[in-house]
């Protein structure tokens, strides 16, 4: 199979465009000039698109599973846990049917999801992320062809300027960068830290060349949806606040974007990082 994106294959990062369309049809739910300017930036944020229950239970949800996975309380760092997505209460918002027709309406087809998560960033000293393209890691190690999945970010607390919030380089999802070749390591500490698929500064420093320097921190609240293309490039720094960051995200995909044989990896991730197999499109 032709690999038009090679990242992680040579000794030398360098450039391609981007193939695919960004988004196929615009949703329902958004104005013509939102629709326009979310291709144009690879990003959206919806003001108020759930309603308060929905973001209530989800938050009580979030306490629980949190309570298992930071038991340890010398572990400050970024605790993500995947897989959320069929379990209550989160498989409600995951299927809220005006989320689904945005998705499907963008994606021009019947959709799917690639992976869940909750990224927990505990307060006062949580780490951040470095640059990145979530589908360069995607396509490295799960295998999946095309630009055609979105990323829908749903916040459980505020994400303010102070507390590591996402910050996004606008129209940075037109182009990829193929990153160099780099020791593989196992699916769990790749996903805790990311460094295979870094851009290095140089190419950084491009993306921001066509983003006229333009960067945009997501600050957003409970009940917003942010959603973001798989390629738009974003970073996030460490929680030095005292107040706790949670959000959820649903990543989906085009049914006809599965998953093949990974493009630069020697095996399948764990199934919650990267859906492969049988797949129900999601009505
Ligand atoms: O490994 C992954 O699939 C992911 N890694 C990062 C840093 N962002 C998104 C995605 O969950
Ligand atoms: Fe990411």
Known sequence: MIDYYPTRKSNKGYFVDRREIVAYHKPKCITKNLFEKYCQDGFLIIKDFFHPIEIQECEHGADSVQGLITSDPAIKAIRSRTGIHN????????????LLEMMQ?????DIYIHQSRINYKAGIGA?????????????????MKEMRCITAMIPLTENTECNGSLMVIPKSHELFYCCKKEPERSAEEQFAEQIEGVPPVEAISKFFERSKGEIVMIKCRPGDLVIFDCNLIHVSTSNMTPHDRTNLFFVYNSV????????????????EMGTRGEIKALV
């Not at 309406?105 to 087809?109: A, I, M, N, Q, V």
């Not at 470095?130 to 890691?137: K, R, V, Y």
């Not at 998953?259 to 990896?265: D, K, R, T």
């Open 127 to 143: 780490s951040g992320w470095a640059w990145h393209s979530d589908f360069e890691t995607w396509h490295a190690q799960d295998g």
């Open 105 to 109: 309406s963008l994606l021009g087809s």
């Open 256 to 271: 006809e974007n599965q998953l093949v044989e990974p493009f630069a990896a020697s095996g399948y991730r764990p199934m």
């Open 87 to 98: 379990q209550d209460p989160f498989k409600m918002v995951a299927s809220n049917p005006m």
